[in-house]
């Protein structure tokens, strides 16, 4: 009877020891930094600036382009980051101390035009474009961000519209507005002559 219950316990301890060991050799889901969104996260520890979550999306064109990214600034001192792109001028995004600055959430998102790059840049969604990151002494990252258009609800309001083009009549600039559409009502002028 005795070699029973000493049986017993001992499988139990091993069953158990199976069924929950492998914990100690498999890496925790919970403790694997990811992207929890469609964006990336930029690695630049040597920053005290810290990029999340940056997409870009574009136009249908591909031509126009919504820089969209959180800048979280953790330090005790107020900071920039510096944003590059083959063929654009660099952007620089002040951030304050112990503060977030989101492009397309608390701010407007950065206009990216590739008619302005010097290189062949394009936002054609489904495909990355290389930018560079670079915030205090550190030396920044380069990270492949992905584009992305309005397809998901979303994102719609985050697609960038062209500029209204402005027109040059005797040097004078006008911004074309809504034709006017003609109306059936009688001319005052009209009326008052029957």
């Known amino acids: 009877m005795k070699s ?5 316990v001992v499988l139990s301890a091993l069953v158990l020891t199976g069924a929950t060991g492998c ?3 498999t ?4 403790t694997i930094a990811y992207s929890a969104s469609d964006g990336v996260n930029v ?12 997409m870009v999306i574009a136009d249908e064109s591909g031509e126009l382009g919504n820089l969209v990214a959180a800048f979280v600034n953790p330090s005790q001192d107020d900071a920039v ?4 792109l083959q063929g654009l001028e660099p952007f620089e995004i002040e951030v304050a101390a112990g503060e977030t600055v989101s492009l397309g959430g608390n701010e407007e998102p950065l206009l990216l035009d590739s008619a ?6 394009s936002f054609e969604p489904g495909t990355t474009v290389e930018i560079y990151f670079q915030s205090g002494d550190g030396s920044g990252a380069t990270a492949n961000v ?8 979303y994102y719609t309001d985050l697609v960038p519209e062209p500029a209204e083009e402005e027109i040059v009549i005797d040097d004078e600039v006008t911004v074309p507005t809504e034709t006017p559409v ?3 009502k009688p001319d005052a002028s009209e009326s008052e002559e029957h």
């Open 4 to 8: 029973r219950l000493v049986a017993s």
């Open 146 to 153: 992905p584009v992305l258009d309005g397809a998901l609800p």
């Open 182 to 184: 003609p109306t059936d």
């Open 27 to 30: 890496p925790q889901a919970s």
């Open 81 to 84: 980051v510096t944003v590059e």
């Open 43 to 54: 690695a630049d520890t040597a920053g005290p600036i810290v990029v999340r979550n940056a």
């Open 23 to 25: 914990t100690f050799i």
């Open 116 to 121: 302005e790059a010097d290189g062949d840049v």
